[in-house]
């Protein structure tokens, strides 16, 4: 009898135990209006998309009223554009060199090297045409192709302009060809780490090239610049080169490229006066169109709340009104929706009437997919002959043969002329291999130092209240007591009980309109004490029975488990058509993070106006009415950064801080080639202002740092 009891206490013990470790803890649900709690990010944003795309249209109405006014138009958008990716260096000397040439039919390759900058090298190939000197030039920019500048489409449409008497440079970007930023120098790969189903172009390159334009990306969004002015950069290089060229008509420029080389030109022929036409392929859309199809692209292609300010892609074009241009596309292009070209097409025809030339902007749009096609090759070098040559042209690619070519040539004459190992221009096959040579990381690096050294004597300089609103306009949120800054909206959804406490179901609507789930803790007799509890996994992983919420709630805390955007219920789970190559690298919310960005917003800065609503619930007496005798903060992970802004700006509200896992700075993402999970934790502009150890400095010796993380440590388990 003894041993029935006894075995039937601990098989109730064990089904008690089971049953709390089973609690429901779920707060938010699916709904057919909001969808699923993972999409709920995605959407608030892409909603806050639509209206900036609605404002912008009814401003573009108003400003095409007169020639005037769309060059005021102009004029604001291009100052947007050369501030926000931070400027342009200064030039310096090219020490230009020919390092080779190559016969072709038709046509010789010169093998060239150029310095855009001390240390940093750009290689490209010139095709030259077999006519006498002096040609027009046309600079082709290639797209995100591992082997750069000698992938087959580039070369053939450089041989096709260059047989029309055309002559054609194409390079290599910064993160392809022989210009790979991150070198694995043992040479242990023989595949990409983040694409494996793809071979290595060089045995010493990592990451694949649109990895590499991300991951340059976070340093540079840390410094208030953009990676793409490094690619504006060397195009607008390769034009200096050009034009000191004799044999090259120095009012004769034109750039065309595709899909990524399309982004280039785009940037390319908005700020350089110096191209006389241009033909960007397979990206122009609308912002809008691309985010709710495919979604954001590499970081190169996304600037700084371009959507907030009225700058969508249309301005690239209108940014040069009423220079020749040539819109290429594919009518089947899953990357660029047609639709949204269409779309963006029409507005710069509005554009461009209004100066008169309407005929100067036009698009071709063949039924086929993305790419570089035949029948893009064959437009644009009509569209060049006939602004950079001034005569009317027949371009056909087979038809352009002379007869005494054999049928194995004909069959052949879709093929490239040339190997990648043919083009190359650099002894080992990497300019990181030049003795000497920078990357974009050391320039970074380079810049964060002199940041560094500007901003510290600011900072002192500042009392509390100044340091306070320097750190809000930074992050991009309002101050507190601004009207449009409501009173947080909690609502109690459910309530679950255990032993000694009580579990209450919260959900708190964020300032985007994304709804936040809590769980808090409240002791049968509660002492006054309160803990807000930020972890970067959710809500849920220290809230078992057992864990580390329980022990703080057996002490008599009340301990608020809070999400914040993006994390734990609201986490992004990737679907099909909105992968991006590298995401292992940059987490799965990377499209959320880069539709903020376009947006002019930042993980950190919503996650702290997230934190900061729990923080005033909590103020306000939370669950029990009762104001608190006082509060701590404890942050975990990606909720790190977050919580120590919401510390910092809220003096006096936290008796302590413990943070757990965080970077030890910012500058450790920009000196760091290779980090994982950094995309939520950048800020653009954040290192001319201030950096974490500067907030940390604020709070004191209130402010516990334990298990301090790197920017290159993958995330680990909670």
């Given at each position: 009898m003894r041993f029935c009891c006894?075995?039937?206490?601990?098989?109730?013990?064990?089904?008690?135990?089971?049953?709390r470790a089973d609690d429901d803890l779920t707060v938010l649900k699916a709904s057919p209006e909001a969808g699923p709690p993972?999409?709920?990010?995605?959407?608030a944003l892409l909603a806050e998309v639509r209206r900036c795309d609605q404002r912008r249209r009814e401003a573009l109405d108003k400003a095409i009223v007169s020639e005037a006014a769309c060059r005021d138009w102009q004029r604001r958008r291009r100052d947007y554009f050369l501030e926000v990716i931070g400027g342009l260096p200064e030039r310096t000397p090219l020490n230009?060199?020919?390092?080779?040439?190559l016969p072709g039919r038709g046509y010789r390759v010169e093998k060239i090297m150029l310095e855009t900058r001390p240390g940093f090298h750009l290689t490209a190939n010139f095709y030259l045409p077999d006519a006498p000197p002096p040609w027009p030039a046309v600079l082709v920019a290639c797209g995100h192709s591992h082997d750069g500048k000698a992938v087959g489409q580039y070369q053939l449409v450089c041989r096709l302009l260059a047989r029309h008497g055309l002559a054609a440079i194409c390079y290599d970007p910064i993160g392809q060809g022989e210009r790979y930023q991150i070198l694995d120098p043992q040479g242990r790969r023989t595949v990409f780490e983040d694409g494996p189903h793809v071979a290595t172009p060089h045995p010493h390159a990592r990451l694949?090239?649109?990895?590499?334009?991300?991951?340059?990306?976070?340093g540079c969004t840390l410094l208030g610049t953009n990676v793409a002015q490094y690619r504006i950069w060397d195009g607008m290089r390769v034009v200096d080169y050009l034009q000191s060229r004799p044999d090259v008509i120095a009012d004769k420029?034109?750039?065309?490229?595709?899909?990524?080389?399309g982004t280039e030109t785009a940037y390319l022929m908005a700020l350089d006066d110096r191209i006389v036409a241009a033909a960007p392929g397979c990206f122009l859309t609308t912002l809008r169109k691309l985010l709710e199809t495919k979604g954001p692209q590499d970081g190169e292609q996304n600037l700084f709340g371009q959507l907030a300010v009225d700058f969508d892609e249309a301005d690239y074009c209108i940014l040069r009104a009423p220079r020749p241009t040539l819109i290429c596309a594919g009518t089947r292009d899953a990357t660029f929706h047609f639709d949204g070209t269409w779309d963006l097409f029409r507005d710069v025809k509005r554009?461009?009437?209004?100066?008169?030339?309407?005929?100067?902007?036009?698009?071709?749009?063949?039924?086929?997919p993305h790419?570089?096609?035949?029948q893009l090759r064959e437009a644009v070098t009509r569209f060049m002959a006939r602004h950079l040559l001034g005569k009317e042209v027949v371009v056909r690619e087979i038809e352009t043969l002379p007869d005494r070519f054999t049928d194995d040539e004909l069959r052949a004459f879709s093929m490239p002329d040339f190997t990648a190992e043919q083009l190359q221009c650099t002894p080992d096959g990497q300019v990181l291999l030049l003795s000497g040579e920078r990357s974009v990381f050391e320039l970074n690096s380079e810049m964060a130092e002199r940041l560094k050294a500007d901003r510290s004597s600011t900072w002192r300089g500042l009392d509390a209240v100044a340091k306070a609103k320097l750190i809000r306009r930074t992050i991009g949120i309002p101050d507190v007591d601004r009207p449009e800054v409501a009173e947080p909206r909690v609502t109690l959804v459910g309530e679950t009980a255990r032993d000694d406490y009580v579990v209450r179901k919260l959900s708190l609507t964020s300032a985007l309109g994304v709804p936040l789930p809590a769980l808090e803790f409240v002791p049968r007799k509660p002492d006054g004490r309160v803990v807000l509890y930020l972890h970067g996994a959710g809500m849920k992983?220290?809230?078992?029975?057992?864990?580390?919420?329980?022990?703080?709630?057996?002490?008599?805390?009340?301990?608020?488990?809070?999400e914040l955007s993006g994390i734990g219920e609201t986490e992004t789970v990737p679907r099909r058509g909105r992968t991006h190559y590298g995401a292992g690298r940059f987490g799965p919310d990377l499209p959320e993070v880069m539709t903020a960005y376009l947006l002019g917003r930042s993980h950190v800065g919503m996650r702290t106006e997230d934190a900061t609503a729990w923080l005033r619930y909590l103020q306000r007496g939370g669950g029990t009415g009762e104001p608190p005798k006082e509060i701590e903060l404890i942050a975990v992970g990606e909720a790190a950064i977050p919580a120590l802004h919401t510390a910092a700006l809220a003096p006096g509200a936290f008796r302590s801080v413990s943070v757990r896992r965080m970077i030890p700075s910012w500058e450790a993402i920009v000196r760091t080639p290779e980090t994982y999970d950094q995309a939520t934790n950048v800020v653009h502009g954040a290192l001319r202002h201030y950096d974490l150890p500067d907030l940390a400095a604020m709070l004191g010796d209130r402010i516990s740092i334990t298990e301090s993380a790197g920017a290159a440590d993958r995330a680990t388990a909670p």
């Open positions: 006894v075995f039937g206490l601990i098989v109730a013990t064990l089904i008690a135990a089971i049953g993972d999409q709920l990010l995605e959407r230009a060199q020919i390092v080779g040439v694949l090239c649109t990895t590499e334009h991300t991951m340059m990306a976070l420029i034109g750039c065309t490229g595709n899909s990524g080389g554009f461009y009437s209004r100066f008169g030339h309407a005929d100067a902007v036009d698009i071709v749009a063949p039924d086929a790419g570089f096609t035949l992983p220290d809230a078992a029975p057992g864990g580390p919420i329980e022990s703080l709630v057996g002490t008599g805390r009340i301990v608020l488990a809070a």
